[in-house]
């Protein structure tokens, strides 16, 4: 039994691969890698990344890596929307922004979400120097980082992480730093 489900799952295999080749030839790479890195909800993103001088490419990569571009995602400890933003975190954003009338309902609206996303990593950026930190706080929160860059466990300097203690955190940044790489090559400035 486990030798014929062996030998029908090869041709499966290359069905699949042969699929993923003429996908490559039919639109091109570089347009399939646009399809699964994509530059949705473009409008807000250039807009609040404008306003608030975030790098574009670090709020797709952002975007990318927390939903997939999913506006309705919710994640297992309840953060909630395209940039997986936490009630409390939520709450704190509305007293930074003095333009707010947004409620915690209305985190799903993607302008809603993007600009309180974007409206945390600038503020995240002014509190930290290296793009890794402002990742790194992004996903286990700006309090944690500090408490690490004073560790001599984690910082030999107080500037800057030889290791992050968390392994989902240290994931996470790898990842959204693997995208954003993606995303400038896809999208170099000024395309």
């Known amino acids: 039994m486990l030798i014929s489900m062996q030998k029908s799952k090869k041709p499966i295999a290359l069905l699949l691969a042969a ?7 039919f639109l091109g790479i570089d347009t399939l890698k ?12 250039e807009k609040y990344c404008e306003k608030y001088g975030v790098d574009l490419n670090l709020a ?15 994640s297992s400890l309840g953060a909630c929307g395209l940039m997986q933003i936490m009630p409390e975190t939520f709450d704190w954003l509305r007293s930074k922004d003095s333009e707010c009338s947004e409620r915690y309902s209305d985190i799903f609206d993607p302008e809603t979400n993007i600009r309180y996303g974007l409206l945390f990593l600038s503020i995240i950026e ?19 980082v500090s408490s690490w860059l004073d560790d001599s466990s984690f910082s030999s300097d107080g500037v800057s992480l030889h290791t992050i203690p968390f392994s989902d955190t ?22």
């Open 60 to 74: 797709y990569a952002v975007i990318h890596t927390e939903s997939g571009f999913d506006s309705d995602a919710v």
């Open 19 to 25: 699929a993923i080749i003429a996908g490559c030839a």
């Open 126 to 144: 002014q509190r930290f120097d290296s793009e890794r930190l402002v990742i790194a706080a992004y996903h286990a929160g700006m309090g944690r």
């Open 34 to 45: 646009r399809r699964i890195y994509p530059r949705r909800y473009s409008e807000y993103v």
């Open 170 to 191: 240290e994931y996470y940044v790898k990842k959204v730093e693997r995208t954003k790489r993606i995303y400038e090559v896809l999208y170099p400035a000024g395309s």
